[in-house]
């Protein structure tokens, strides 16, 4: 019986990656159409009906192309930190509460902040390893600019789990069967939504690939492979982030097809925001968090406390 489980177990994670990989190609066809729109220009559309058959194109020839390596890097660690950083997205895709035989995880919340709080090595060391200043520039602002942003979203989800009152993420389908969180806390939704453009290094706060100071900041000596894992790491964030707001704002229900426009539709506002917003500056971008979300955040916590020990010394 045990032997039994552990199979369905291990090929529904197979499964589930599969397409969390062929999402991600998707995903990356929808933003090239997108802002193809945006700035008035046909996206990819040669390659396949529209283009349909772009995303794999482009995946052979990602890992088709030659895979140089620095001479003054550090070969191990600079080899395995795409890997790590892509394992670390597919442990993620492990937590949503599926329904037909995968792992729901009582502490839910709890798993979600310490994988995300990992990613932050990845990057650092994929810049400090490949031994280049450009990298390493790029590193830190993204480790600077990660590790302030998650700051305010854990007090973010710690108003949500007042709300919620437990970790597990699959309360959230069960809390919102009457209301949506969205219409309790609307400007919550928008400080998260905001935070997770910060932690996803998205523009406007693409500080850590900045093209015009920092020539694509951390991966910039990355290629083949190595490039290929980091971008895959970083849609695959993406996709999770939107699929955790709509998880936490727009019912939870996985069984409701309404569900799924709400991810693609927080998908489609990812992109919508790189194609119309410029990039900040990167002490714009830090103050923003310290001097804004961080106070506002503390005080909606200070808020949601009240009203949560408010109701709780009435029912008893």
Not at 280 to 294: A, V
């Amino acid at each position: 019986m045990f032997l039994k489980e552990f199979v369905v177990l291990v090929v529904s994670y197979a499964v589930m990656i599969i397409f969390v990989l062929v999402g991600v190609a998707f995903f990356t066809l929808l933003e090239r159409k997108i802002l193809g729109y945006v700035q008035i220009r046909k996206g990819p559309n040669k390659i396949g009906l529209m283009g349909f058959l772009q995303p794999f194109s482009d995946a052979v020839k990602l890992f088709c192309k030659e895979c140089t390596y620095p001479s003054m890097s550090n070969y191990l660690v600079y080899y395995f930190s795409p890997v790590f950083s892509f394992f670390l997205i597919i442990f993620l895709w492990c937590l949503i509460p599926y329904y037909w035989g995968l792992l729901s995880f009582n502490f839910g919340i709890i798993f979600f902040m310490v994988v995300i709080s990992f990613g932050v090595y990845s990057v650092m060391i994929s810049g400090w390893s490949s031994n280049s200043n450009y990298s390493l520039l790029g590193g830190l602002r993204s480790v600077a600019q990660t590790i302030s942003y998650e700051i305010s979203l854990g007090f973010i989800l710690i108003c949500v789990l007042i709300m919620m009152g437990g970790y597990n993420l699959s309360y959230f389908y069960k809390f919102q069967d009457v209301i949506w969180f969205f219409f309790l806390g609307l400007f919550l939704f928008m400080m998260m939504f905001v935070t997770l453009l910060g932690e996803t290094n998205r523009t406007p706060f693409d500080l850590a690939e900045g093209e015009s100071e920092l020539v694509s900041g951390f991966n910039v000596e990355y290629s083949s492979g190595g490039f290929s894992l980091i971008f895959l790491a970083e849609y695959g964030s993406i996709m999770f982030m939107s699929l955790v707001i709509s998880l936490f704002f727009f019912g939870g229900d996985i069984y409701n097809f309404f569900f799924f426009l709400s991810v693609v539709f927080m998908m489609f506002i990812f992109v919508w925001v790189r194609g119309t917003l410029p990039r900040f500056r990167y002490d714009h971008m830090m103050f923003l968090c310290w001097k804004s979300f961080l106070p506002l955040s503390l005080n909606l916590l200070g808020l949601f406390l009240f009203i949560y020990v408010y109701m709780y010394m009435n029912m008893y």
